[in-house]
Structures are given as C-alpha cells and as structure tokens.
C-alpha cells in the first residue's frame, strides 16, 4: 500500500468535506452509471472518426457525483502510478475542470492519452468501491480522465509547465512514445536541454503508429507534443541511435545521460508454414502503413490493397485495432482468429465490444497451423485447427489445447498476424556493457530505471517486455527522477 | 576378429548399440564421449511441448512481477519453440562437426502439423535421419481406434513431403492391432520402426496419498515387449526394425538381433553405469560371438525370429499353462 498521507491531507481541505456532505453516500450509490456517446456502429465502421464521442458537461457532473470520496481509496492503489483519482473527480463536481486536469496531471503526463487507452477495467475501476462492495458499475473513472483533459484542451486554456532555467547539461531521449515522451516533460522541467531523438518520421510511438485514429486521433497526441516543443524540448526524426549514430557518438557531442524509450517493436510470428506468403503483414506492419504511411490511400507512394477477406491472428488490442481498421479499409469479412475463448482475451472489453457492433467476426478456439499460397505466392487459404480449453496456465487463464483430426481450409485475401511484439534488439546489441534478459529486455534498478551502464536509463516495453501506457509515462517519470539524481551527482563530483 | 557393423535406416553404423533420445544426447561434450566409448549412432534429445509449456509458465510468472501486460505474453509459447528449435538445429550442427557417427534427430509428435516445418531445418542442419517420437496416449474414450491410427500415417506423410533423409518412427504398444499396425507402418516411406516407446508412468504415494512418478528408469524385465513384438514382425515387415526399452546388457543387444532388429537403443543403462559401459556391452557381444564362431551379425540376426522357428506359437503364447500348471502351490 502506497503512502496515501498526501492524498488524505487533501481529503481534509475544508470544500472537500462541505462536498461529500451535499449529498448523501447513499443517494450517490443510487445513481445509474453514464455511458459513452458513441458514433452509431455502421457509421462509423466506415470512418476513421474517433468511436467515443466523450461526456458532455453535464454527463461529466452527474459521473462525477457518484464517487463517494472514500477515506480509503481503494481506486488509487490500482492505479499502476497512483493518480489522486478522487481528488480530480472532487474537483469535477465542483466544476472546477481545469483544476481537474491539473490534479491528473501531476501523476499522468498525457491524461487525454490515458482516458482514451488504458485499461481502467482491469485497473482504477476494477479497484472502485463500487466493484469491489456493491458490486455495482465502477464510477466512470477513464471517461472523467478523458473529459478533464480534453475539456483543458479545448478551453484554449492550456497551461505551459514552467521549465527551470536552461542549465546546458545535454540528456538525450531515445524513442518518442509514451516513456520517451514523459521522461522529457520531466527533465526539460530540471533544467536539462533535452533532445528526443525518433527512428521514424513522425513522433509519438507507438501512440502513433500503433493506435489507430478512431481510437486515439493524432491531434491529442500532437497537442501534447507541442507543449513540450513550447517547454524547450528538442525532436530529431528519422534518426536511428545505434545506427545513424553510436551512443559513443553522441557521447562526444556531450550528450550526458540517455533515457531508452525504444519500445518493443520487433514483430513476433508463429513460425508455421507458409507463413512468408505475400499478404501475410505483422500488425505493426500493417497497422503503421495504414496510420503513418497512408497505404489505404492510391494517392501516396506506398498503398497495398487488402482485399474482401482479412483474417487477423490474435486476441490483444492491437488484433482489434488491426481487424476494425481492415472493416474501415473495406473488408466485407474482417474475422479475428484466436486460440482461447472470447474471456480469455486480453483485448479490453470495450475494445471487443466495439469490434463485435461494427461487425467484426469472431473465430474463438481456431488457431492457424499452415497458410497455402496460389501460384504468385500470395496467400490464398489458412489451414485452422479447432481448440478446447485445457487447465489454466500461470496467468490463470485456461491454456488452448489442439483437437487433433479438426483441421479445415478457411479462403483469405491477407491475413494479420497480431501475436505479439518483442523489444527492439538494436539498442540491447549495439552495447556490449549492457545488461539484458533472456528476453531481450535491459536490466535496470527498480527504483532508478539505471541500467548496467551508468549513463543509460531504460523505461516502458524495452524494460517490462510489454507495458501498458501509464506504466511506460510512469518509468519514464522514474527515470527522469534518477538521470536528475545521477547528473547531479555527478555535477557536484567535478 | 568379429565385425559388428551393421546397416539401419540405409545408414552405416559400426555397431548395433545406439544412444537413446534422451539426456544423455542433449550436449554435443557428452555425445563426443559416446562415440569415444564406442557408441554406433546418437538420437538427439527431443524437444517436448511440455518443456515449452514449463518455460512459458515460468516467463509470465517472471513479467507478472513487472505488471506486463497479457497482450505482450499471450503467446509467447511460439517464441520459446522458435528459440528452442534455434537452439535444437545448433545442436545439430555441433554435433555433425565434433563426430562421426550418424546423428539421428528426434522429433516429438503429437500432431500431424506440429513439426513439419522444424523436419525440414532439421534436415537442412545436416541431420543423417529423423526419429518421430509418437508420445500418443490413447486415453481419449470418445475416440475411435482408427481415429487414433490416422494421426500417426499422417505424421509419416507429412513429414516425408518435407524431407528427404530417412525417417523412423518410435512408437508404443497401445493398438488394438498391433501386428498390422506395424505392418501399415513399415509399408509408408519409413525406412525404421523403433519398438517400444517408454511413456511417463504415474505412480502413487500411499502414505502421502499423492501421485508420483514411476521408475524413471527401465529394467532389464521391461525387455520382454520389444522381444516379443520384434520376434514376430522381424520378417513381415518392410523397414528396419530398432529394439529399445529393458536393454541393459551385451546380452539383452543380443537377444534383440536373434530377434531380428537392425539395431538397439539404449539409456537406463548409460545413465546407470556410465558411457564407458558400452565397450563392456559391446565386449560381450564380442565374446558371444566368437564363442558360437559367428564372423558378422547377418549370420544371426532374426535366427530366433517367429518365422525361423520351428515352434511360432511360442512367440503368441499369453497362457503361463503348464508352469504353474505343474508349479505345485506352496501355500
């Protein structure tokens, strides 16, 4: 259990307690949880329009009401960095938006990224008193998040952090997404003149190559991304570190800590015949075409048609981005073929929920064993064997065993295989001093985020394997703390 | 001076005594210490889907402790089979350049689709033959015996479209048929029929009312089966046929070639006494054979095969009858 002093202090304040006494617990427990507004489902699985339409203000006062201000928030503990969850939904009711999206944003650098992606679900929400005694729908705690900060957004009223005065100690951040992105608000904050420096041509991560528009529309990211142009934050694209440039290089330019946001960005596959075929994509392939490359548009330099049927292997959220984007891009038949049951998936909830209204199919207990491709090499069919559910495996999830004899042949035009991403060998590699698993994550101090090498701090996918975005802005955050800790000392060395 | 040579698979192998697929052959130090102490081939250890599972489980109890997300693990199990099969042909290729012998590969079936792929890197790694090891348990009531049977014709076929070195078969006795079985068997594209495969056993403690494993080793009663089955099938079938299972001893490899098989497979035995325990088998073998003044192997093997007996009925017998019936009771 975190120290909560600071969070109980709050609770204190004097508006706090004359709030909670507006109105009693038992009549906010009567209240009906609000529901998203949505684009209607055929609609919108013909656009690349955002599908949630976010609260209105009113929605956003009545959400905000049904939170009971517990003395012990159990929501903040399963938070991954412990937002004063409601500590900004207190400040919601009072109308104080923009004091909302401050409370947020002193744990969480992208609120309007977060109220959008992350699984409240199985975190914040799953923790609510609500859930966990009254067995009741959570407070709404992801779409206040979203309103908060999207309400700050549109407000015109957007603050600048304030920076500390240049103190010209060069730190450089590898990799823009989500851990590269909070560890240079915090650093260019200390003073530090920090330059993040991205393989590709566009900045944000995989927040921008990953995540489709109809979930998190670029415009918040770059929202984002121009605030820390404005505190000083320095962006170099299409500039591969360990490649277009040595970390001893960049030594020599008196670059003085690293932060490792490199992500996981190596596609893994399942290594079954015919898996080389044309047609066959890595969802990180296909899904950064559709989003950075524009693939889906005859106007650019790079488009690929997909064809009516696209089956998509896997059952995360980047299997449900990558088969929601196929229904947009045309497929008559976009169909998700997954091993487990539709319980077992990893996918969030309302992610599934969404793909199933738009019409996309579901093929639980199938797994590919074998794609045969016509005489071009394209593939043309994939070889399904039926599963059952075993016993659970140590995730606690039933484990998918193979129905011998159940083989048949399903007709694809593409198919993507979405099983997963592994970190970015380059950087790992490229330093022999540093320390790895057997996984290819780097080793760090826990508490630090420093890694075998002194001057490199390592965050996000490239440390955990696969980590969700508030756990990544929270390494990044860690990390920024402990480069501020390591330059100082060092500072004071010399 | 005797000859042991002898010819498996359409391979050459100084002597019939072949290492098991086992522990003993997972590192390329101990098969060079097998071929030093006089092995005549090596079956690579296999790799078994339980070991993936085992490491599976083992990484997602590891990335818990960093909050990772499931999407991230959800199946990872591929991953560790492709490092596992990296780690396998490596394997392969060590053990090519450090011996001589004929490096026998062994794949463990459990489906027809399961390891197709890996069969063709296998052969590609250099691999003399492969040994598809049938770990089929038919415990399934609700499926019918030809059901089962399927599988293992669809393994050799599949199989055999990818590769084109010689490929055996090691399987169990659970067939309702088993004689036809093996017959069926040794008419595809295989060029040998390993008898028997040694399954897990489980075993229970009764004072701590759990279930245990079994022996992990076999003993020299074992070899009964394989005696049996490879007496009767020697001469009716249309591949080579390898013993395996109970062979401890010079004389145990013995038996089995009188039975009729080309070769013998071995590991309790190693593992019990060492790889310098394979000169002393071989010696005795030696010995035997100069003692009854045979110069080579042909000039035994199957001699005490059903079909070379005058009495077959011996090998079908399944009543002990007049032994116990003449055994006065003691009781």
């Given at each position: 259990?975190?120290?909560?002093?600071?969070?109980?202090?709050?609770?204190?304040?004097?508006?706090?307690?004359?709030?909670?006494?507006?109105?009693?617990?038992?009549?906010?427990?009567?209240?009906?949880?609000?529901?998203?507004?949505?684009?209607?489902?055929?609609?919108?699985?013909?656009?690349?329009?955002?599908?949630?339409?976010?609260?209105?203000?009113?929605?956003?006062?009545?959400?905000?009401?049904?939170?009971?201000?517990?003395?012990?928030?159990?929501?903040?503990?399963?938070?991954?960095?412990?937002?004063?969850?409601?500590?900004?939904?207190?400040?919601?009711?009072?109308?104080?938006?923009?004091?909302?999206?401050?409370?947020?944003?002193?744990?969480?650098?992208?609120?309007?990224?977060?109220?959008?992606?992350?699984?409240?679900e199985k975190q914040c929400e799953n923790s609510c008193f609500y859930t966990v005694q009254l067995k009741k729908p959570p407070v709404a705690i992801g779409y206040l998040e979203r309103f908060a900060a999207d309400y700050e957004r549109n407000?015109?009223?957007?603050?600048?952090?304030?920076?500390?005065?240049?103190?010209?100690?060069?730190?450089a951040i590898i990799g823009s997404g989500p851990a590269g992105l909070a560890a240079s608000a915090d650093l260019v904050k200390f003073g530090y003149d920090v330059t993040v420096f991205e393989a590709l041509h566009e900045i944000g991560g995989v927040l921008k190559y990953g995540i489709p528009e109809f979930r998190l529309p670029n415009e918040i990211v770059d929202v984002e991304i121009e605030n820390l142009r404005k505190m000083g934050v320095k962006f170099r694209t299409n500039f591969i570190v360990g490649k277009t440039a040595s970390f001893d290089d960049l030594r020599a330019q008196g670059y003085q800590a690293f932060f490792v946001g490199s992500g996981a960005g190596l596609p893994r596959f399942m290594n079954i015949p015919g898996e080389n075929s044309i047609g066959i994509f890595s969802s990180n392939e296909y899904l950064t075409r559709v989003n950075l490359m524009k693939a889906a548009d005859n106007n650019y330099d790079t488009p690929v048609s997909f064809g009516d049927t696209i089956a998509v292997i896997g059952g995360g959220n980047t299997a449900m981005d990558s088969v929601r984007t196929a229904k947009r891009l045309g497929a008559k038949r976009a169909v998700i073929i997954y091993r487990r049951s539709i319980e077992e998936m990893p996918a969030r909830v309302e992610e599934v929920k969404h793909a199933q209204e738009e019409g996309i199919e579901f093929m639980n207990l199938h797994n590919p064993v074998e794609y045969i491709a016509d005489q071009d090499g394209h593939v043309k069919q994939m070889r399904l064997q039926k599963m059952k559910l075993g016993e659970p495996d140590a995730s606690g999830r039933r484990r998918p065993i193979p129905i011998d004899g159940s083989e048949f042949l399903m007709d694809v035009d593409a198919v993507v295989v979405s099983v997963g991403v592994s970190p970015n060998p380059l950087i790992p590699s490229s330093l022999k001093d540093l320390e790895t698993t057997k996984w290819g994550t780097i080793v760090v101090n826990q508490d630090t985020m420093q890694s075998s090498v002194k001057d490199i701090f390592a965050g996000g996918d490239i440390v955990r394997g696969g980590a969700?975005?508030?756990?990544?802005?929270?390494?990044?955050?860690?990390?920024?703390?402990?480069?501020?800790?390591?330059?100082?000392?060092?500072?004071?060395?010399? | 001076m005797v000859d042991l040579t002898t010819r498996y698979m359409g391979l050459s192998l100084k002597n019939p005594i072949i290492i098991a697929s086992s522990g003993l052959t997972g590192n390329v130090e101990s098969i060079k210490k097998l071929e030093a102490n006089g092995a005549g081939a090596v079956v690579l250890k296999s790799i078994f889907e339980e070991e993936i599972i085992m490491e599976y489980d083992h990484m997602m109890n590891k990335m818990d402790q960093f909050e990772s997300d499931y999407?991230?693990?959800?199946?990872?199990?591929?991953?560790?089979?492709?490092?596992?099969?990296?780690?396998?042909?490596?394997?392969?290729?060590?053990?090519?350049?450090?011996?001589?012998?004929?490096?026998?590969?062994?794949?463990?079936?459990?489906?027809?689709?399961?390891?197709?792929?890996?069969?063709?890197?296998?052969?590609e790694a250099g691999a003399d033959a492969i040994e598809l090891n049938a770990f089929i348990l038919p415990s399934d009531p609700e499926r019918s015996s030809a059901e089962n049977e399927k599988v293992y014709f669809d393994i050799v076929n599949t199989i055999k479209k990818e590769v084109k070195i010689p490929v055996a078969m090691k399987m169990s006795y659970y067939f309702s048929n088993l004689a036809q079985m093996i017959k069926k068997l040794s008419e595809t594209e295989l060029k040998g029929i390993v008898l028997f495969n040694r399954f897990y056993s489980p075993d229970f403690d009764i004072e701590e009312l759990k279930v245990i494993s079994s022996h992990i080793f076999s003993t020299q009663s074992d070899q009964v089966m394989p005696l049996r089955w490879i007496s009767i099938m020697a001469e009716k079938v249309s591949c080579d046929l390898a013993a395996t299972t109970g062979i401890h001893k010079g004389e145990d490899v013995i038996k089995m070639l009188l039975a009729g098989a080309k070769a013998v497979q071995v590991a309790s035995t190693i593992y019990q006494n060492g790889a310098e325990y394979i000169q002393t088998m071989l010696k005795e073998i030696e010995e035997w054979m100069e003692r009854h003044n045979y110069l080579n192997i042909d000039q035994f093997r199957a001699k005490l095969s059903q079909a070379k007996n005058e009495n077959g009925a011996h090998y079908e017998r399944v009543q002990f009858m007049r032994y116990f019936g003449e055994k006065e009771s003691t009781l």
């Open positions: 259990m975190e120290d909560l002093s600071y969070y109980k202090e709050k609770r204190s304040e004097d508006w706090r307690v004359e709030l909670r006494k507006t109105k009693k617990a038992k009549e906010r427990t009567l209240m009906e949880r609000i529901s998203m507004l949505e684009q209607d489902a055929v609609e919108r699985s013909q656009n690349i329009e955002e599908v949630n339409l976010g609260l209105t203000e009113e929605m956003a006062l009545v959400e905000a009401q049904r939170c009971l201000d517990c003395a012990n928030p159990t929501c903040i503990t399963g938070c991954p960095v412990g937002i004063n969850i409601p500590g900004f939904i207190k400040k919601i009711e009072v109308k104080d938006f923009l004091g909302a999206a401050e409370v947020l944003k002193d744990t969480n650098t992208l609120p309007a990224v977060c109220g959008r992606v992350c699984p409240q407000s015109g009223k957007m603050a600048i952090p304030k920076v500390a005065t240049n103190n010209g100690i060069k730190v969700t975005v508030i756990l990544a802005m929270g390494d990044g955050r860690k990390a920024a703390a402990g480069i501020h800790d390591y330059l100082m000392e060092k500072v004071k060395k010399n | 999407e991230y693990f959800d199946y990872y199990d591929y991953k560790i089979k492709e490092e596992n099969v990296s780690k396998y042909l490596q394997l392969i290729k060590d053990a090519k350049a450090a011996v001589s012998i004929p490096v026998i590969a062994s794949i463990n079936c459990v489906s027809s689709h399961e390891w197709t792929y890996f069969a063709k890197k296998i052969e």
